[in-house]
């Protein structure tokens, strides 16, 4: 006999599907929930692979889901029934020779996405066709090419996907591609930008990454418009350079192009997240205008000239300084037979005495040091105090106002582009290839607001009203 919960409906080792029964309600009923931590309203979806059954999850009005646990819920009221139609209407992509040809290409991102409610998961849309049906805009700039080269989240990109991105992007612009187009996961694109700026020299054409911070089910997602920008700056745009394409302010005002290797990611979920440290963004993207912030970039040009360096050694990490660090850590990274070492220093770039043998014996094995800032704004000045003089002497090399994960893609490629010359590993390290240093910082490089205080209330009051 099936077991029956104290109502007398079957199936109480499933919860959902009893209070479900109980009140009458299916999958794709639009209900009106009473729990007993208040009203919810919204259709009931279809459970995920990977959900339990404890959960009755709803689609809300605003496009996020929630999830009610069946123990709290004490009355459903169907209010009606729509099923949800997540396949992407799928129309040949319109063809037009007096339009630029971009390529996008894919490496895990849910750029433009639809959302499969039979497993929770967001499934990009990726083909020509599938992106005319999400994003029919795309039409109007260009004529459209998809190439999916990974299907991974951005966290599981690295070393070996920049080289097979780099060779393709050399492949396109021999190819005839006036642009190209990246789709990235947000969370490591960064990276991926300055791996390409130094992989990838001189383009003849735009190469811009993008990405969404959230999924286009939802009402509030960048998605679109991150894309229209993006296949616009590569098609159309002026600058021929690796950049990231995304939100300049919160709203949907405009787009800024970062230059790729002074881009950080600096927020885990506002859409605004991207930012140019220690300089300001090449350009604004607004209405598919483009209009220059930066003084200096490179111009498209209409030659086929690309410089392609794509190689990587993985033997490189990131240490960042903090007090009381010991010896033994630089020490294991040395006996795993790491070749190079980025350290985000305090200040302006130190370290305790405790780590200088370690830094000594580092030196002696033939292991590349760098010293960066955690600070991520401002200069390294290892003359300055003693304890920057006594580092220099262990043959750390200070990378000006590099940015720490900057420095660390760059070393990776400098170590395979010299493997057994330390000196040249060094030359070119310190030599500005991509931007990836300057002079100077200008006077509105730095710009942080601390919310809470009089003046950002008033400015902040004048801009918001």
């Known amino acids: 006999m099936s077991a029956t919960d104290k109502h007398g409906y079957e199936g109480y080792r499933d919860p959902t599907k009893s209070v479900m029964k109980r009140f009458g309600v299916t999958v794709w009923s639009q209900v009106q929930a009473e729990t007993t931590r208040g009203p919810f309203h919204g259709l009931v979806l279809p459970?995920?692979?990977?959900?339990?059954?404890?959960?009755?999850?709803?689609?809300?009005?605003?496009?996020?889901?929630?999830?009610?646990?069946?123990?709290t819920i004490t009355k459903l009221t169907k209010t009606g029934y729509k099923q949800a139609h997540?396949?992407?209407?799928?129309?040949?992509?319109?063809?037009?020779?007096?339009?630029?040809?971009?390529?996008?290409?894919?490496?895990?991102?849910?750029?433009?996405?639809?959302?499969?409610?039979?497993?929770?998961?967001?499934?990009?849309?990726?083909?020509?066709?599938?992106?005319?049906?999400?994003?029919?805009?795309?039409?109007?700039?260009?004529?459209?090419?998809?190439?999916?080269?990974?299907?991974?989240?951005?966290?599981?990109?690295?070393?070996?996907?920049?080289?097979?991105?780099?060779?393709?992007?050399?492949?396109?612009?021999?190819?005839?591609?006036?642009?190209?187009?990246?789709?990235?996961?947000?969370?490591?694109?960064?990276?991926?930008a300055a791996a390409l700026s130094f992989m990838v020299q001189r383009p003849p054409v735009p190469v811009v990454m993008v990405g969404s911070q959230r999924s286009s089910d939802r009402p509030s997602s960048d998605a679109a418009r991150n894309l229209i920008h993006a296949t616009w700056a590569a098609g159309c745009g002026s600058i021929a350079e690796v950049m990231v394409c995304m939100f300049g302010p919160t709203s949907d005002r405009y787009n800024l192009l970062h230059r790729g290797t002074r881009v950080r990611k600096m927020h885990s979920s506002t859409r605004s997240t991207f930012r140019t440290l220690g300089d300001v963004p090449l350009a604004m993207l607004q209405d598919r205008e483009l209009t220059p912030i930066h003084a200096t970039w490179n111009k498209?040009?209409?030659?086929?000239?690309?410089?392609?360096?794509?190689?990587?050694?993985?033997?490189?990490?990131?240490?960042?300084?903090?007090?009381?660090?010991?010896?033994?850590?630089?020490?294991?990274?040395?006996?795993?037979?790491?070749?190079?070492?980025?350290?985000?220093?305090t200040g302006l770039g130190h370290v305790n005495r405790k780590v200088y043998p370690a830094l000594e014996r580092a030196r002696n094995a033939g292991v590349s040091v760098f010293m960066t800032l955690q600070t991520l704004w401002g200069f390294v000045q290892m003359h300055v105090y003693e304890t920057g003089r006594e580092i220099l002497e262990f043959g750390v090399v200070p990378l000006a106002n590099m940015l720490p994960e900057v420095a660390y893609v760059k070393l990776g490629w400098a170590l395979a582009m010299h493997p057994d010359d330390p000196g040249a590993v060094k030359d070119l390290m310190t030599t500005t290839l991509a931007g990836e240093m300057t002079e100077r910082e200008p006077h509105d490089g730095y710009l942080v607001f601390q919310g809470g205080v009089p003046e950002i209330d008033e400015l902040l009051g004048r801009i918001w009203s």
Request: hydrophobic share 35%.
């Open 86 to 192: 997540y396949k992407i209407p799928e129309e040949e992509f319109p063809s037009d020779p007096s339009k630029p040809s971009v390529i996008l290409l894919g490496t895990g991102g849910t750029i433009a996405s639809r959302l499969d409610y039979r497993t929770g998961a967001v499934i990009p849309a990726f083909s020509p066709g599938e992106l005319y049906g999400s994003v029919p805009e795309l039409s109007e700039i260009c004529n459209l090419q998809t190439e999916k080269l990974f299907g991974e989240f951005s966290e599981n990109i690295g070393p070996t996907h920049y080289i097979a991105l780099a060779k393709r992007i050399g492949e396109a612009i021999a190819g005839g591609a006036d642009g190209i187009v990246i789709g990235h996961g947000t969370d490591t694109m960064h990276h991926t």
């Open 47 to 71: 459970r995920s692979e990977t959900s339990d059954a404890d959960h009755l999850v709803l689609k809300l009005g605003s496009g996020y889901n929630v999830g009610l646990r069946a123990d």
């Open 300 to 345: 498209r040009r209409d030659d086929r000239d690309v410089d392609v360096h794509a190689v990587f050694d993985e033997r490189v990490t990131i240490l960042y300084y903090y007090p009381n660090m010991q010896p033994d850590l630089i020490d294991a990274v040395v006996d795993a037979g790491y070749k190079g070492i980025v350290i985000a220093g």
